[in-house]
């Protein structure tokens, strides 16, 4: 039978996380621009905005902005006055981020701050305590951005943290100074702490979720 989807993946990503025409494009557009391809996909963003949405976020706190298309997806799921402030280190992606917020309607509630996040945290502090904190940033700070938002994240608050599946190597044993194991020592804290209640959502690059009961 004829079908627009060549396989059920397809079905399920065209089905349940459609991209608008910013959204299809943001990527190729920012790779060429000399950004790397590594932001999340549609599936893993419409994640984002699910859960940011199911726990009425009204403050998200975002490391690592890249070009801004996981901030879309959540600043999409603010209500009127909330707010979204993302950290990113490279002046060049911010700037470009700072294009697609605009153009996809989201700028008045985005902030973008530059800089290296763990010098950027004690100005971020006066914000909290946050609803959702989503971690894509820089691999061997991951257990450090994990710690600071389980400090500054509401009882009921959602922390994510992309890559779980550590490119494909989260289940090996790395050699020290890899940073691949900030993703094993996050992973594990997220699991095992029993403030939390945990999942990894095995799509893209794998999301580790957990919600914060105590």
């Known amino acids: ?78 209500p009127p006055g909330g707010k979204l402030i993302t950290l990113e280190y490279d002046p060049r992606h911010a700037a470009v981020a700072r294009e697609n917020f605009l153009k996809a309607g989201v700028a008045d509630r985005v902030e973008v701050r530059v800089g290296k996040a763990l010098e950027l945290l004690d100005g971020v502090k006066p914000e909290a305590p946050f609803d959702f904190v989503f971690i894509d940033a820089d691999k061997e700070n991951y257990p450090a951005y994990l710690d600071f938002a389980l400090a500054h994240l509401r009882v009921g608050g959602i922390v994510a943290a992309d890559n779980a599946n550590g490119h494909g190597h989260a289940h090996e044993e790395l050699p020290e100074g890899d940073a691949r194991r900030g993703i094993q020592q996050c992973n594990a804290r997220m699991a095992s702490d029993p403030s939390l209640v945990s999942l990894c959502l095995p799509f893209g690059g794998w999301q580790a979720v957990a919600l914060k009961v105590g």
Do not use: C
Not at 6 to 22: K, N, Q, V
Not at 31 to 56: D, F, Q, Y
């Open 1 to 78: 039978m004829p079908t627009k989807f060549p396989d059920l993946d397809s079905y399920r990503r065209g089905t349940f996380a459609p991209e608008d025409d910013l959204q299809k494009t943001l990527m190729t557009d920012a790779v060429a621009r000399g950004l790397p391809r590594i932001s999340v996909n549609a599936e893993a963003g419409k994640a984002l905005h699910l859960l940011a949405r199911t726990i009425g976020a009204r403050k998200i706190l975002e490391f690592g902005t890249l070009a801004g298309y996981s901030g879309i997806w959540l600043a999409r799921a603010l």
